[in-house]
């Protein structure tokens, strides 16, 4: 019998909506099942500190593997490393237009491009309003290679009553993909 965790990736790109990502890694520890191994940007370090009241240092203490994003060498480099896939969330267009063009310069975009060729499961949160045709061509580009679009929309079916239960609620739909339940997540239903 095979005690091993599920791996699952974890990439925080320079987007507006750091804490989505920390929210994300906050639900995962809770789940005995999985290990987390986080990619975080340089502009992710700095819109972590412009955002949230976290330290750099605080929102890697919630994953179990931290990564260098210059250290290309990584385990999650390669794809004979098994993962369940991965997540950037946020992603921003910046992120969004390296994976998509295959341009793999640091450690966040080739664990992108390894999820890619070993065709596990790659979600990214795109996050920028509005959209040029640009983001829209790199969404349908990565679209077609079999990877998900969740922009971290806002939803009011589920009566959200603070920023808390709106975040709660996107990290939920987004690990839904990986069949991870969430305590707390009001699915759709009258």
């Known amino acids: 019998m095979d005690n091993r965790k599920k791996r699952l990736v974890v990439g925080i790109s320079g987007a507006s909506g750091a804490i989505l ?3 994300l890694l906050k639900v995962l520890k809770e ?3 999985w290990e987390t191994h986080l ?3 340089r502009g992710a370090e700095e819109t972590i500190l412009q955002e949230t009241s976290y330290k750099v240092e605080e929102v890697g203490a919630v994953a179990d593997k931290v990564y260098s994003i210059k250290d290309i060498g990584a385990s999650i480099a390669s794809g004979t490393f098994k993962t369940e896939g991965m997540i950037i969330l946020p992603c921003s267009m910046k992120t969004l237009a390296g994976v998509a063009s295959g341009y ?5 975009l080739r664990a992108a491009d390894v999820t890619i060729k070993e065709k596990r499961k790659l979600i990214l949160a795109a996050r920028e309003t509005p959209l040029s045709t640009i983001h829209l061509r790199n969404m349908l580009t990565l679209s077609e290679l079999g990877a ?3 922009p971290p929309m ?3 079916y589920n009566k959200p009553e603070s920023i808390e239960d709106m975040n709660h609620h996107i990290v939920a739909k987004i ?3 990986f069949d991870i ?3 707390g997540f009001k699915r759709w239903g009258k």
């Not at 793999?104 to 966040?108: E, G, P, Q, V, W």
């Open 21 to 23: 990502g920390i929210e």
């Open 31 to 33: 789940n005995p099942e």
């Open 39 to 41: 990619v975080i940007s």
């Open 104 to 108: 793999s310069d640091n450690l966040l």
């Open 148 to 150: 998900y679009i969740i």
């Open 154 to 156: 806002v939803t009011y």
């Open 175 to 177: 690990l839904d993909k």
């Open 181 to 183: 339940e969430v305590d």
